[in-house]
């Protein structure tokens, strides 16, 4: 198989393609997040789908100077419900409503990456030619 030298500009410029698997990872920062039952999300113009998965990374834990806040979402994965263009709600695995109302306060930054089948796929690698065979002949 054979494998572009050059990598296609990815369509999503937030989240280059930097994985050999050649699939462009989609990570976006939220720009507010409230602590209220539901959870609920802005990522403006952020189209996601009710039952996408989102795993939350990068959250901080307070005093520190970098802290982001709501660092109970820290690795880990929830589902998008109530979807609009620029908002969305958080639920669990039973897609039962996150109550965040214990939660620290949302300052900036975090980082929540779409995860599962819902991936679009951005960058494929070039399927094999026509006759090659997809293994090695043993």
Same mark, same amino acid.
């Given at each position: 198989?054979?494998?572009?030298?050059?990598n296609?500009?990815s369509?999503?410029?937030?989240?280059?393609?930097?994985?050999?698997s050649?699939?462009?990872?989609?990570?976006?920062e939220?720009?507010?997040?409230? &602590?209220?039952?539901?959870?609920?999300?802005?990522?403006?113009?952020?189209? *996601?789908?009710?039952? @996408? #998965?989102?795993?939350? %990374?990068?959250?901080?834990?307070?005093?520190? &100077?970098?802290a982001?806040?709501?660092?109970?979402?820290?690795?880990?994965? *929830?589902?998008?419900? @109530? #979807?609009?263009?620029? %908002?969305?709600?958080?639920y669990?695995e039973?897609?039962?409503?996150?109550?965040?109302?214990?939660?620290?306060?949302?300052?900036t930054?975090?980082?929540?990456?779409?995860?599962?089948?819902?991936?679009?796929?951005?960058?494929?690698s070039?399927?094999?030619?026509?006759?090659?065979?997809?293994?090695?002949?043993?």
């Amino acid at each position: 198989m054979t494998i572009p030298p050059d990598n296609p500009e990815s369509a999503y410029p937030n989240s280059p393609d930097s994985s050999p698997s050649r699939f462009a990872v989609r990570q976006y920062e939220p720009e507010a997040i409230t &602590a209220t039952l539901p959870i609920s999300v802005i990522i403006t113009d952020s189209n *996601f789908i009710n039952g @996408q #998965a989102l795993r939350c %990374t990068k959250f901080i834990r307070m005093p520190f &100077a970098s802290a982001t806040g709501m660092e109970q979402l820290n690795n880990r994965l *929830f589902y998008v419900q @109530q #979807a609009t263009a620029d %908002t969305f709600e958080l639920y669990d695995e039973n897609l039962l409503p996150v109550d965040g109302s214990n939660y620290t306060p949302y300052v900036t930054g975090g980082q929540m990456t779409l995860v599962g089948p819902t991936l679009p796929i951005v960058n494929p690698s070039d399927p094999p030619p026509p006759g090659d065979p997809p293994f090695p002949p043993v």
